[in-house]
Protein backbone atom coordinates (compact mmCIF):
# COMPACT_ATOMS: atom_id res chain seq x y z
CA UNK A 1 0.00 0.00 0.00
CA UNK A 2 1.26 3.74 -0.71
CA UNK A 3 1.88 5.74 1.94
CA UNK A 4 -0.81 8.46 2.78
CA UNK A 5 0.17 12.00 1.82
CA UNK A 6 -1.30 15.53 3.18
CA UNK A 7 0.76 18.92 1.62
CA UNK A 8 0.32 22.69 1.15
CA UNK A 9 1.37 24.35 -1.73
CA UNK A 10 3.60 27.45 -0.96
CA UNK A 11 5.58 29.22 -3.85
CA UNK A 12 9.26 29.74 -3.18
CA UNK A 13 10.72 33.04 -2.50
CA UNK A 14 12.26 34.65 -5.59
CA UNK A 15 15.20 35.76 -3.33
CA UNK A 16 16.35 32.40 -2.98
CA UNK A 17 19.70 30.78 -4.51
CA UNK A 18 18.13 27.42 -5.41
CA UNK A 19 20.85 24.13 -5.55
CA UNK A 20 20.00 20.90 -6.19
CA UNK A 21 21.09 17.95 -3.55
CA UNK A 22 21.99 15.07 -5.42
CA UNK A 23 23.88 12.64 -3.03
CA UNK A 24 24.41 11.90 0.53
CA UNK A 25 26.04 14.32 2.15
CA UNK A 26 25.28 17.29 -0.41
CA UNK A 27 26.23 18.93 -3.79
CA UNK A 28 30.42 19.12 -3.01
CA UNK A 29 30.22 15.91 -0.09
CA UNK A 30 31.34 18.07 2.71
CA UNK A 31 27.81 18.51 3.89
CA UNK A 32 27.39 22.30 2.96
CA UNK A 33 24.56 23.89 1.12
CA UNK A 34 25.08 26.16 -1.24
CA UNK A 35 21.32 28.27 -0.87
CA UNK A 36 21.30 31.33 0.10
CA UNK A 37 18.17 33.87 1.30
CA UNK A 38 16.68 31.54 3.40
CA UNK A 39 14.35 31.92 6.43
CA UNK A 40 16.49 30.19 9.46
CA UNK A 41 15.32 31.91 12.49
CA UNK A 42 12.30 29.67 13.05
CA UNK A 43 10.17 29.90 16.17
CA UNK A 44 9.93 27.45 18.64
CA UNK A 45 7.12 25.95 16.85
CA UNK A 46 9.02 25.43 13.90
CA UNK A 47 9.61 26.33 10.29
CA UNK A 48 6.69 25.96 8.26
CA UNK A 49 5.68 22.47 6.62
CA UNK A 50 4.54 22.17 3.33
CA UNK A 51 3.67 18.03 3.48
CA UNK A 52 4.68 14.88 4.50
CA UNK A 53 4.43 11.64 3.33
CA UNK A 54 4.17 8.15 5.20
CA UNK A 55 7.26 5.83 4.21
CA UNK A 56 8.75 2.44 5.46
CA UNK A 57 11.58 1.35 6.94
CA UNK A 58 14.97 2.31 6.32
CA UNK A 59 17.91 5.28 6.75
CA UNK A 60 18.67 6.24 3.58
CA UNK A 61 18.23 9.72 3.20
CA UNK A 62 16.56 11.87 0.09
CA UNK A 63 18.02 13.47 -2.95
CA UNK A 64 16.34 16.48 -4.59
CA UNK A 65 16.81 17.15 -8.25
CA UNK A 66 15.24 20.36 -9.20
CA UNK A 67 11.80 19.73 -8.88
CA UNK A 68 11.81 16.19 -7.86
CA UNK A 69 12.66 14.43 -4.86
CA UNK A 70 13.59 10.59 -4.74
CA UNK A 71 14.07 8.15 -1.57
CA UNK A 72 14.55 4.49 -1.40
CA UNK A 73 12.68 2.47 1.63
CA UNK A 74 11.78 -1.06 2.83
CA UNK A 75 7.77 -1.31 2.25
CA UNK A 76 6.84 -5.32 3.62
CA UNK A 77 9.05 -7.46 1.93
CA UNK A 78 9.68 -5.09 -0.80
CA UNK A 79 12.18 -2.13 -1.47
CA UNK A 80 10.42 0.28 -3.22
CA UNK A 81 12.58 3.68 -4.99
CA UNK A 82 9.65 6.76 -5.05
CA UNK A 83 9.94 9.71 -6.81
CA UNK A 84 7.73 12.91 -5.58
CA UNK A 85 7.32 16.41 -6.79
CA UNK A 86 9.28 18.39 -4.34
CA UNK A 87 6.72 21.17 -3.90
CA UNK A 88 4.03 19.42 -3.46
CA UNK A 89 4.98 15.48 -2.16
CA UNK A 90 2.58 14.51 -4.94
CA UNK A 91 4.02 10.40 -6.20
CA UNK A 92 5.88 11.06 -9.89
CA UNK A 93 6.43 7.63 -10.10
CA UNK A 94 7.71 4.41 -8.40
CA UNK A 95 9.48 1.11 -8.61
CA UNK A 96 9.30 -1.75 -6.02
CA UNK A 97 11.13 -5.25 -6.16
CA UNK A 98 11.11 -8.44 -3.44
CA UNK A 99 13.87 -8.69 -0.90
CA UNK A 100 14.77 -10.99 1.68
CA UNK A 101 14.38 -8.91 5.13
CA UNK A 102 16.26 -10.40 7.31
CA UNK A 103 17.78 -9.04 10.80
CA UNK A 104 21.37 -8.86 13.01
CA UNK A 105 22.30 -7.93 16.70
CA UNK A 106 18.32 -7.42 16.85
CA UNK A 107 18.17 -4.80 14.32
CA UNK A 108 16.33 -5.17 10.92
CA UNK A 109 17.64 -5.07 7.50
CA UNK A 110 16.61 -2.04 5.73
CA UNK A 111 17.96 0.49 3.11
CA UNK A 112 20.69 2.47 4.40
CA UNK A 113 22.28 3.84 1.10
CA UNK A 114 21.05 7.09 -0.36
CA UNK A 115 20.35 7.28 -4.05
CA UNK A 116 22.84 8.74 -6.45
CA UNK A 117 21.51 11.25 -8.82
CA UNK A 118 23.88 12.36 -12.41
CA UNK A 119 22.72 15.40 -13.63
CA UNK A 120 24.39 15.19 -16.43
CA UNK A 121 22.67 12.16 -18.02
CA UNK A 122 19.15 12.36 -16.25
CA UNK A 123 19.87 8.97 -14.49
CA UNK A 124 19.17 7.77 -11.07
CA UNK A 125 21.14 4.88 -9.10
CA UNK A 126 20.01 3.36 -5.66
CA UNK A 127 21.81 0.47 -3.86
CA UNK A 128 19.57 -1.34 -1.96
CA UNK A 129 20.32 -3.61 1.25
CA UNK A 130 20.90 -6.94 -0.81
CA UNK A 131 22.91 -5.59 -3.28
CA UNK A 132 20.62 -4.53 -6.14
CA UNK A 133 22.24 -1.86 -8.06
CA UNK A 134 19.67 -0.23 -10.30
CA UNK A 135 20.35 2.74 -12.70
CA UNK A 136 16.32 4.42 -13.45
CA UNK A 137 15.82 7.71 -15.84
CA UNK A 138 14.95 10.82 -12.95
CA UNK A 139 12.05 11.76 -15.56
CA UNK A 140 10.14 8.44 -15.70
CA UNK A 141 11.25 5.80 -13.23
CA UNK A 142 12.42 3.51 -16.35
CA UNK A 143 14.70 0.81 -15.19
CA UNK A 144 17.82 1.48 -17.67
CA UNK A 145 20.37 -1.43 -15.95
CA UNK A 146 20.63 -3.32 -13.13
CA UNK A 147 22.89 -5.65 -11.56
CA UNK A 148 23.02 -7.54 -8.00
CA UNK A 149 26.46 -6.75 -6.65
CA UNK A 150 26.82 -9.99 -4.54
CA UNK A 151 26.04 -11.82 -8.29
CA UNK A 152 28.69 -9.88 -10.17
CA UNK A 153 31.53 -9.48 -7.47
CA UNK A 154 30.71 -11.81 -4.55
CA UNK A 155 29.00 -11.64 -1.68
CA UNK A 156 30.41 -9.54 1.24
CA UNK A 157 30.78 -9.67 5.01
CA UNK A 158 27.95 -7.12 6.20
CA UNK A 159 26.52 -6.95 9.49
CA UNK A 160 23.08 -5.45 7.81
CA UNK A 161 23.86 -5.59 4.62
CA UNK A 162 24.84 -3.14 2.00
CA UNK A 163 25.12 0.52 3.09
CA UNK A 164 27.56 2.86 1.83
CA UNK A 165 26.14 4.74 -0.96
CA UNK A 166 27.99 4.26 -4.68
CA UNK A 167 29.60 7.80 -5.61
CA UNK A 168 29.93 9.11 -9.49
CA UNK A 169 32.94 10.29 -10.87
CA UNK A 170 32.89 11.18 -14.62
CA UNK A 171 31.45 7.97 -16.51
CA UNK A 172 32.25 5.70 -13.64
CA UNK A 173 29.67 4.84 -11.17
CA UNK A 174 32.07 3.58 -8.19
CA UNK A 175 30.91 1.31 -5.12
CA UNK A 176 32.11 0.35 -1.91
CA UNK A 177 31.74 -3.46 -2.75
CA UNK A 178 33.23 -5.48 0.39
CA UNK A 179 33.58 -8.62 -1.82
CA UNK A 180 35.97 -11.78 -0.40
CA UNK A 181 37.66 -10.88 -3.81
CA UNK A 182 36.06 -7.56 -4.64
CA UNK A 183 36.68 -4.75 -1.96
CA UNK A 184 36.11 -1.86 -4.42
CA UNK A 185 34.68 -1.47 -8.06
CA UNK A 186 33.53 0.47 -10.52
CA UNK A 187 30.94 0.08 -13.45
CA UNK A 188 29.73 2.13 -16.33
CA UNK A 189 27.26 4.26 -15.45
CA UNK A 190 25.07 4.45 -18.67
CA UNK A 191 25.61 0.29 -18.51
CA UNK A 192 26.27 -1.26 -15.32
CA UNK A 193 29.07 -2.54 -17.42
CA UNK A 194 32.85 -3.47 -15.15
CA UNK A 195 35.83 -1.23 -15.93
CA UNK A 196 37.80 -2.33 -12.75
CA UNK A 197 37.59 -4.36 -9.49
CA UNK A 198 40.03 -3.77 -6.95
CA UNK A 199 40.71 -6.84 -4.21
CA UNK A 200 42.26 -6.30 -0.57
CA UNK A 201 41.81 -8.06 2.97
CA UNK A 202 39.78 -5.09 4.64
CA UNK A 203 36.52 -5.97 2.67
CA UNK A 204 34.00 -3.89 2.96
CA UNK A 205 32.06 -1.08 5.28
CA UNK A 206 29.01 1.23 5.76
CA UNK A 207 30.96 4.36 4.56
CA UNK A 208 30.52 6.11 1.63
CA UNK A 209 33.49 6.99 -0.67
CA UNK A 210 34.80 10.67 -1.51
CA UNK A 211 36.89 12.28 -4.16
CA UNK A 212 39.63 14.31 -2.68
CA UNK A 213 42.15 16.45 -4.10
CA UNK A 214 45.22 15.53 -2.64
CA UNK A 215 48.45 17.49 -3.69
CA UNK A 216 46.61 18.45 -7.38
CA UNK A 217 45.35 15.34 -7.78
CA UNK A 218 42.44 13.30 -7.69
CA UNK A 219 42.40 10.06 -5.30
CA UNK A 220 39.77 8.24 -4.34
CA UNK A 221 39.38 7.47 -0.40
CA UNK A 222 37.37 4.74 0.71
CA UNK A 223 36.98 3.58 4.54
CA UNK A 224 36.82 0.03 4.67
CA UNK A 225 36.39 -2.36 7.16
CA UNK A 226 32.99 -4.75 8.05
CA UNK A 227 32.33 -7.92 9.45
CA UNK A 228 35.39 -9.46 9.52
CA UNK A 229 37.72 -11.71 12.11
CA UNK A 230 39.66 -10.52 13.10
CA UNK A 231 38.74 -7.10 12.62
CA UNK A 232 40.84 -5.17 10.46
CA UNK A 233 40.03 -1.96 8.34
CA UNK A 234 40.98 1.67 7.24
CA UNK A 235 41.26 4.18 4.64
CA UNK A 236 42.37 3.14 0.83
CA UNK A 237 43.98 6.17 -0.99
CA UNK A 238 43.15 4.86 -4.60
CA UNK A 239 43.66 5.77 -8.38
CA UNK A 240 39.66 6.60 -9.42
CA UNK A 241 40.77 5.93 -13.24
CA UNK A 242 42.27 2.56 -12.30
CA UNK A 243 41.20 1.41 -8.89
CA UNK A 244 44.96 1.18 -8.05
CA UNK A 245 45.72 0.99 -4.35
CA UNK A 246 48.33 4.23 -3.86
CA UNK A 247 48.16 3.88 0.11
CA UNK A 248 46.85 2.27 2.83
CA UNK A 249 46.07 3.62 6.21
CA UNK A 250 44.82 0.82 9.40
CA UNK A 251 41.65 2.36 11.52
CA UNK A 252 39.68 0.20 13.06
CA UNK A 253 38.62 -0.97 16.76
CA UNK A 254 39.89 -4.34 17.34
CA UNK A 255 36.21 -5.25 18.49
CA UNK A 256 34.54 -7.60 16.07
CA UNK A 257 31.05 -5.77 16.66
CA UNK A 258 32.55 -2.69 15.06
CA UNK A 259 32.12 -1.31 11.75
CA UNK A 260 33.45 1.93 9.85
CA UNK A 261 30.48 4.01 8.51
CA UNK A 262 31.27 7.88 8.99
CA UNK A 263 32.64 9.24 5.48
CA UNK A 264 36.26 10.32 5.09
CA UNK A 265 36.37 14.34 5.65
CA UNK A 266 38.31 16.41 3.61
CA UNK A 267 39.92 19.06 6.28
CA UNK A 268 42.25 21.87 3.65
CA UNK A 269 45.09 21.10 1.96
CA UNK A 270 46.07 16.88 2.12
CA UNK A 271 44.51 16.46 5.60
CA UNK A 272 41.50 13.79 5.86
CA UNK A 273 39.88 13.26 8.80
CA UNK A 274 38.84 9.75 9.75
CA UNK A 275 36.09 8.20 12.96
CA UNK A 276 34.94 5.82 14.29
CA UNK A 277 32.90 4.85 17.86
CA UNK A 278 34.30 1.27 19.05
CA UNK A 279 37.24 2.33 21.36
CA UNK A 280 39.64 4.54 18.27
CA UNK A 281 37.64 7.51 17.97
CA UNK A 282 39.19 10.21 15.78
CA UNK A 283 42.05 10.54 13.88
CA UNK A 284 43.45 13.19 11.05
CA UNK A 285 46.02 11.82 8.48
CA UNK A 286 48.50 14.04 6.48
CA UNK A 287 49.67 13.19 2.92
CA UNK A 288 52.65 13.73 1.40
CA UNK A 289 53.65 14.08 -2.30
CA UNK A 290 53.81 10.74 -2.93
CA UNK A 291 50.17 9.83 -1.30
CA UNK A 292 51.28 7.92 1.92
CA UNK A 293 49.37 8.87 5.73
CA UNK A 294 50.67 10.27 8.86
CA UNK A 295 49.31 10.81 11.86
CA UNK A 296 48.98 14.73 12.14
CA UNK A 297 46.48 14.13 15.65
CA UNK A 298 44.26 11.75 17.14
CA UNK A 299 40.82 12.42 19.40
CA UNK A 300 39.53 9.81 21.07
CA UNK A 301 36.63 11.90 22.11
CA UNK A 302 35.44 12.42 18.29
CA UNK A 303 34.80 8.94 17.82
CA UNK A 304 31.55 9.00 15.71
CA UNK A 305 29.38 6.13 14.73
CA UNK A 306 27.72 7.04 11.54
CA UNK A 307 27.60 10.49 11.89
CA UNK A 308 30.32 12.56 9.52
CA UNK A 309 31.64 15.46 11.17
CA UNK A 310 31.63 18.47 8.91
CA UNK A 311 34.82 20.88 8.29
CA UNK A 312 34.55 24.51 8.14
CA UNK A 313 37.15 27.24 7.61
CA UNK A 314 39.87 25.90 9.56
CA UNK A 315 37.61 24.09 12.60
CA UNK A 316 36.23 20.83 12.69
CA UNK A 317 33.12 19.89 14.33
CA UNK A 318 31.03 16.90 14.94
CA UNK A 319 28.69 14.50 17.35
CA UNK A 320 31.03 11.83 19.45
CA UNK A 321 29.69 8.97 20.37
CA UNK A 322 26.01 8.35 21.42
CA UNK A 323 25.82 10.86 23.90
CA UNK A 324 25.45 13.83 21.53
CA UNK A 325 27.89 15.64 22.74
CA UNK A 326 29.50 18.45 20.38
CA UNK A 327 33.00 19.21 20.01
CA UNK A 328 35.26 21.99 17.62
CA UNK A 329 38.79 21.34 17.02
CA UNK A 330 41.34 23.27 14.99
CA UNK A 331 42.54 21.13 11.89
CA UNK A 332 45.94 21.72 11.75
CA UNK A 333 46.90 21.67 15.53
CA UNK A 334 44.28 18.95 16.80
CA UNK A 335 42.89 21.05 20.40
CA UNK A 336 39.94 20.66 21.17
CA UNK A 337 38.40 23.99 21.47
CA UNK A 338 35.40 23.18 23.23
CA UNK A 339 32.67 20.61 23.54
CA UNK A 340 28.75 20.78 24.49
CA UNK A 341 26.09 18.72 25.38
CA UNK A 342 23.11 20.79 25.40
CA UNK A 343 21.61 18.86 28.10
CA UNK A 344 20.16 22.31 29.78
CA UNK A 345 18.79 23.47 26.93
CA UNK A 346 14.77 22.11 26.76
CA UNK A 347 11.90 22.35 24.00
CA UNK A 348 8.09 21.93 24.59
CA UNK A 349 6.62 19.18 23.25
CA UNK A 350 3.13 18.36 23.93
CA UNK A 351 2.67 20.84 26.79
CA UNK A 352 5.61 19.38 28.77
CA UNK A 353 9.83 20.91 28.26
CA UNK A 354 12.17 18.13 27.15
CA UNK A 355 15.76 18.09 27.56
CA UNK A 356 17.83 18.33 24.45
CA UNK A 357 19.45 14.93 23.35
CA UNK A 358 21.04 14.90 20.17
CA UNK A 359 22.48 11.55 19.87
CA UNK A 360 23.49 11.01 16.76
CA UNK A 361 23.10 14.20 15.75
CA UNK A 362 24.26 15.31 12.36
CA UNK A 363 25.07 19.04 11.14
CA UNK A 364 25.00 20.86 7.90
CA UNK A 365 26.14 24.75 7.01
CA UNK A 366 23.83 26.71 5.32
CA UNK A 367 23.59 30.15 4.20
CA UNK A 368 26.10 31.12 7.19
CA UNK A 369 25.11 28.84 9.53
CA UNK A 370 25.03 25.42 10.80
CA UNK A 371 21.53 23.19 11.15
CA UNK A 372 21.79 20.17 13.95
CA UNK A 373 19.18 17.46 13.46
CA UNK A 374 19.08 15.65 17.08
CA UNK A 375 18.60 11.50 16.50
CA UNK A 376 14.82 12.13 18.42
CA UNK A 377 13.88 14.90 15.69
CA UNK A 378 14.88 17.85 17.70
CA UNK A 379 16.20 20.89 14.92
CA UNK A 380 18.52 23.56 15.75
CA UNK A 381 20.37 26.59 13.97
CA UNK A 382 23.45 27.29 15.43
CA UNK A 383 26.37 29.78 15.34
CA UNK A 384 29.40 27.81 15.38
CA UNK A 385 33.31 28.87 15.39
CA UNK A 386 36.23 28.25 17.40
CA UNK A 387 35.32 30.43 20.23
CA UNK A 388 32.33 28.35 21.19
CA UNK A 389 28.44 28.46 20.36
CA UNK A 390 25.04 30.17 20.06
CA UNK A 391 22.12 28.96 19.77
CA UNK A 392 19.76 31.14 17.37
CA UNK A 393 17.10 29.07 16.76
CA UNK A 394 15.63 25.57 18.05
CA UNK A 395 12.52 23.35 17.96
CA UNK A 396 11.40 19.83 17.70
CA UNK A 397 9.90 18.83 14.70
CA UNK A 398 9.16 15.49 16.25
CA UNK A 399 9.74 13.03 18.85
CA UNK A 400 10.94 9.99 17.30
CA UNK A 401 14.36 8.05 18.13
CA UNK A 402 16.47 6.54 14.97
CA UNK A 403 16.38 9.94 13.04
CA UNK A 404 19.97 9.13 11.52
CA UNK A 405 19.90 10.54 7.69
CA UNK A 406 21.19 13.90 7.65
CA UNK A 407 19.01 16.73 6.50
CA UNK A 408 18.49 17.78 2.81
CA UNK A 409 18.29 21.35 1.54
CA UNK A 410 16.89 21.90 -2.00
CA UNK A 411 14.80 24.90 -3.54
CA UNK A 412 14.56 26.51 0.05
CA UNK A 413 13.05 23.29 1.07
CA UNK A 414 14.03 21.13 4.25
CA UNK A 415 13.68 17.52 4.00
CA UNK A 416 13.55 15.59 7.14
CA UNK A 417 13.89 12.03 7.33
CA UNK A 418 11.41 10.02 10.41
CA UNK A 419 12.33 5.97 11.04
CA UNK A 420 10.47 5.06 14.07
CA UNK A 421 7.01 5.36 15.31
CA UNK A 422 5.57 6.19 12.02
CA UNK A 423 8.28 6.48 9.59
CA UNK A 424 7.65 10.13 6.86
CA UNK A 425 9.53 12.13 5.17
CA UNK A 426 8.53 15.52 5.98
CA UNK A 427 9.38 18.40 3.94
CA UNK A 428 9.33 22.11 5.59
CA UNK A 429 9.62 25.65 3.90
CA UNK A 430 12.61 27.77 4.28
CA UNK A 431 11.84 30.74 2.45
CA UNK A 432 9.23 32.23 4.21
CA UNK A 433 9.10 33.37 7.53
CA UNK A 434 6.71 31.07 10.26
CA UNK A 435 4.41 32.11 12.74
CA UNK A 436 5.24 31.34 16.31
CA UNK A 437 2.64 28.24 17.07
CA UNK A 438 3.81 27.91 20.50
CA UNK A 439 1.09 26.63 23.02
CA UNK A 440 -1.85 26.81 20.60
CA UNK A 441 -4.14 24.81 20.61
CA UNK A 442 -3.38 23.24 17.15
CA UNK A 443 -0.01 22.64 18.98
CA UNK A 444 3.44 22.64 17.39
CA UNK A 445 3.05 21.25 13.91
CA UNK A 446 -0.36 21.51 13.12
CA UNK A 447 0.36 19.50 9.87
CA UNK A 448 1.09 16.65 11.21
Known sequence: MLPRLSFSLVLLSSTVSAADWPHFLGPKYDLHCTETGLHLDFPESGPKKLWEVERGRGHAGPVVIGDKVVYI???DQNEQIRCLEAATGKEIWEHSYPVEVD???GVVDAPR?????DVETGLIYTLGNDGDLICLQLADGKVVWQISVPEVFGTGPFFFGYGSSPLIHGEKLIVNVGAEDVCVAAVNKRDGKTLWQTDHAWHGSYASPIIANLHGQEKLLVFTGGRVKPPT????CMNPETGAIDSEFPWRSDNFASVNATSPVVCGENLVFLSEDYGLGGVMVEYDAAFQPQVRWTSPELGCQFQTPIYH????????GNGGLMLAYDVRSGRMLWNEAFYETKIEWQGRPISVSLGHAHLIH???AFLCLGEDGVLMRLNLNPGGFEIVAKTRLFYAPETWAPPVISGGRLFVTQNELGPKLHCYDLTVEAPDLTGSAAGPNPLR
Open 233 to 236: GGLL
Open 73 to 75: HQV
Open 366 to 368: VDG
Open 103 to 105: QNF
Open 113 to 117: SSPVA
Open 313 to 320: QGTLYGLG
